[in-house]
Every structure is written in structure tokens, then in C-alpha cells.
């Protein structure tokens, strides 16, 4: 299991690496990839058949700017998500609806607070293994939708920014990563 998640990583970075360096101002911007932890696999209430608070911490080291300026200052995206699903409905994939949730990206230059992007998930979906053994992962794919900004993205909040998240967890090592494409 570890191979694969080793895999997915290398290829992953290979990816996010040849398309930053394809980027213009003229194109969209590539997806950010992010490695990170399951925090919180989140409390699941059977009375509502819900899970609530799932939750990740990711993390992004980048070189090309995400409100793609010209300059290419190096610095961090801290990517955090806290999700709500149900558990009550029977898909014969293992397959939830996200019911909500909230996320937030904080973006530091050169070792130094440049800004902060938060909103809602609107829309999405939790995979979760079926009862093979050899399947350890979970599958989240959700649609973010910014609500406010700070620091350098204050000015952004009238337009409409979204995005779609995928990402993939060990269930084992609670490691996770994946694709954030963010749209500003």
C-alpha cells in the first residue's frame, strides 16, 4: 500500500512540476498538488447518518505564484478542510454525499504571512473502501466556493472563486494527497 501512495506522490509531483513550468498569465493556472495528514476521520452519529468534521491538513511548497503575478517568489500553501457526509444511503460503490463543510488556504511568501482564502464546500463526494482487505483508501472529491479573503486576497472576494478538490488517504497511515484546482 505504501508503494502505491509512493507512487501517486512521484507522479503527482511530476505532473504539478512540468505544468508550473508551462504556466503563462495567458493559461489557466495548473492544479496545486498538496501532501498532508486525515487529521480527524471525523465523529460519525448513526441517529442522523452523518460524519461530521473530517478533516485534512495539506501542505504545498510552491515556487510560481497563486494569484499568478510575474514574479516567482517561493512560498507555502496551508490548505485545511473540514467536511460533513452522510452515511445513511446504500451505494453500491461505498460512495457519500458531502453535505457541507468549510476550508480555508493561508499563503505565506518568503517565511511570511501573505494572505488568507476561506469559504464553504458546496458539493461533493466521500468514497470509502468496500470490505476487500487490499483496498485502504478513501477517495474525497469536493467543490470549494471562496466566501472572503484577507491579505492579498481581500480585493478577490467579489469574484467568483472556486475550485475542485481531490485527494486520496491512506487509511492505514492516515497520509493523504492530491489536486486542488483553484480558480481565481
Known sequence: MKN????????????????????SPEKPAPPEFFTGV??????REKTAAMCYGNTFVL?????WDVIH???NEPGTLHLTVSLDYSTGANDPLNRFAVKGGTWSLVVMRENRYAGTLYGKITEGSVELPLTDPGQRQKFLRVRL????????????????????????????S?????????KL
Open 69 to 71: 503575478s510575474n514574479d
Open 38 to 43: 486525515e487529521s480527524a476521520p471525523g465523529t
Open 59 to 63: 501542505t504545498n511548497d510552491f515556487e
Open 4 to 23: 502505491i501512495l509512493t507512487f501517486l506522490l512521484v507522479v503527482g509531483f511530476s505532473a504539478f512540476f512540468t505544468a508550473a513550468q508551462n504556466y
Open 145 to 172: 466556493q471562496a466566501t472572503g479573503g484577507m491579505g492579498i486576497y481581500k480585493d478577490l472576494r467579489r469574484r467568483r472563486i472556486s475550485g475542485l478538490l481531490e485527494l486520496t488517504t491512506d487509511l492505514d
Open 174 to 182: 492516515r497520509q493523504a494527497g492530491g489536486y486542488l484546482d483553484l
